[in-house]
């Protein structure tokens, strides 16, 4: 039985101060929010972090609590523009920084291209897969002016992936949450066997 409610971490990887990919993503936020879920959002361009650097980050005075919020999470909801085919430097800084945190969790994906932006789903995917991580079989792209305008959504057909997005990170995200928490507590082997805490 799904989880009766989700954390999720809803992460915007723009640093543009009126991008789009924010206003999406806030959107299928607040849809989360109005579903049960509980929503925190991380915006890059209002908390940015610095540039990872693996002698450092950890000792940053902002990571701890940052690391907190990543290990609360059941859901991740990616937003990132498409930049040259691959994802913003924002969010791969921000992918960066963690590892374990992700394993057995739900990487939801949302990109803002112009070229369906298939390349950056992929490149999540690819996170995802070598952190232990599950993702959606899909990820919901749109495009700017076409999609959204004026900070709004104008398309229904953007609306309808999104709501079938929403429902699935609830869906799936939960299911996957109660096996990771009786994985973490019980004795069976599997990939999260390395997480236990002895």
């Given at each position: 039985m799904p989880d009766p409610f989700l954390n999720i971490l809803a992460v915007i990887g723009s640093?543009?101060?009126?991008s789009t990919t924010r206003v999406v993503v806030s959107h299928a936020g607040e849809r989360?929010?109005?579903?049960?879920?509980?929503?925190?959002?991380?915006?890059?361009?209002?908390?940015?972090?610095?540039?990872?650097?693996?002698?450092?980050?950890?000792?940053?005075?902002?990571?701890?609590?940052?690391?907190?919020?990543?290990?609360?999470?059941?859901?991740?909801?990616?937003?990132?523009?498409?930049?040259?085919?691959?994802?913003?430097?924002?969010?791969?800084?921000?992918?960066?920084?963690f590892w374990h945190e992700f394993a057995g969790k739900l990487f939801a994906t949302i990109v803002a291209s112009h070229e369906k932006g298939l390349t950056v789903t992929d490149q999540l995917r690819t996170v995802a897969r070598q952190c232990y991580a599950w993702t959606l079989p899909y990820g919901v792209s749109f495009a700017d002016g076409q999609d959204v305008r004026d900070g709004k959504i104008v398309s229904d057909s953007l609306n309808k992936r999104l709501e079938m997005m929403i429902r699935d990170a609830r869906t799936y995200g939960g299911l996957l949450a109660h096996q990771r928490r009786a994985d973490l507590a019980g004795t069976e082997p599997g990939f999260l066997e390395r997480l236990r805490k002895k």
């Open positions: 640093l543009h101060g009126e989360l929010r109005a579903e049960g879920c509980s929503v925190d959002v991380l915006d890059l361009w209002k908390e940015p972090l610095l540039l990872y650097s693996p002698d450092t980050a950890e000792t940053q005075p902002s990571f701890t609590a940052l690391k907190a919020r990543v290990d609360r999470a059941d859901v991740f909801l990616l937003g990132t523009p498409d930049y040259h085919g691959s994802i913003s430097s924002a969010m791969k800084n921000f992918l960066d920084h």
